[in-house]
């Protein structure tokens, strides 16, 4: 991989994320992205991903998603290793750890798979974000 290499992508998605860059956090994503996030369809190309942080980024106004460790394959694949610790905008505190699973070619993201025990977040938050 010339250029950026997977988990440099990696972590200017997770700066995105926590900057609230929407707009550099959907040039991450490949223009035909999938995005896999517990409990929903998988979501398909780069302007329905974006759609879908603005959403998830609202219903969250505090956040932040510290990474402990990544895992960096030869090929563009890379593991990320979350603590999350955030505030509903309902006052909620949610607190849960996570697994991201990325797939990097020619320094966009591919695909991104996201884990967590949706079940706990669901009792945090009393209800599944839109």
Known sequence: MSGKGARE?????????NDTRLDDLADLFAENARLSFPMLEPIQGRAAIRSFYEGVLQFYPERHDRVVRYFAGDSGHVAAEIHFEGKTATGRRVVFDAVDLFRIEREKIQVLRIFYDSA??????????K
């Open 120 to 129: 706990r977040v669901l009792q945090m938050i009393g209800e599944l974000p």
């Open 9 to 17: 992508v990696a972590q200017a998605y997770f700066a995105a994320v």
